[in-house]
């Protein structure tokens, strides 16, 4: 069941969104060569409880983190964790959710760790062209297969693939509510958008094959071929005057 928005329902959602954004850009000021994946998590964590939210990831699911921290061809639900230190030209998604006042914000993205390779700066700059694709169908007579076709023609365009098994969704009182957001589909098809729909498209998109696979972990996701994946995501609202980002502060 969709959940549409009233006026102050999107005015708890714009605060969740930005406190999102916020932890995010909190996050990318502290990564650099050296850092734990557990420290990001902990600035995260921090700045969401400094602005009087939750962090809506951690027990979600029993997942045991603030953020899902993911390196390389990490894709997605990566622990952060003591152990796991970055270097010079990894990349790392950073994906987050806020809970404030009963609602929820959804964003990732994608940071360069020091100087990383043209192969992979290309990567993460086409994901997120892929959403910005995206955000250019949004609107009230669009369907939901309009979006995941405008993230798939253009990752395919410049030769990378997107994450199949994975999918954006609907965000809410709840992290996760109908309807799902696929990053592929055809054009024209799906339920339509509707004003106070609030969705959050998130491109994955790997440099080599779609396929993925879950780690014993129970969590974390990765690139069967071991190439890298890059993720963007922003949660959105559909209004009369277009889509409009509630997760992007900067
Ligand atoms: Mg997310
Ligand atoms: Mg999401």
């Known amino acids: 069941m969709i959940h549409l928005k009233n006026q102050s329902q999107l005015a708890l959602m714009r605060d969740a969104g930005k406190i999102t954004g916020e932890a995010i850009l909190a996050a990318g000021e502290a990564i650099k060569p050296g850092v734990t994946t557990a420290h990001i998590d902990h600035v ?101 297969g309009d979006i995941g076709h405008a993230v798939e023609s253009h990752c395919v365009r410049n030769g990378f693939s997107v994450v199949r098994r994975y999918v954006g969704h609907g965000v809410g009182a709840e992290l996760h509510e109908d309807p799902e957001v696929p990053n592929f589909g055809a054009a024209g098809h799906g339920i339509r958008l509707m004003r106070g729909m609030t969705i959050a498209v998130e491109p994955m998109v790997n440099a080599g094959a779609a396929a993925v696979y879950e780690l014993p972990d129970g969590w974390t996701v990765k690139t069967k071929d071991g190439s890298l994946s890059a993720h963007y995501e922003h949660s959105i609202a559909v209004t009369d005057n277009g889509p409009e980002l509630l997760t992007k502060v900067d």
Do not use: M, W
Not at 92 to 104: Q, S
Not at 111 to 131: W, Y
């Open 44 to 144: 995260i964590r921090t700045y969401i409880e400094k602005c009087g939210a939750t962090p809506t990831f951690l027990g979600y699911g029993g997942f045991p983190a603030s953020a899902c921290v993911s390196v390389n061809d990490e894709v997605i639900h990566g622990i952060p964790s003591q152990l796991r230190v970055l270097k010079e030209g990894d990349i790392v998604k950073i994906d987050v959710g806020a809970c404030y006042r009963g609602y929820n914000g959804d964003s990732a993205r994608t940071f360069a760790v020091g100087k990383i390779s043209d192969e992979a700066a290309r990567l993460i700059r086409v994901t997120e062209e892929s959403f910005y694709e995206a955000l250019k169908v949004i609107n009230e007579s669009a369907r939901i």
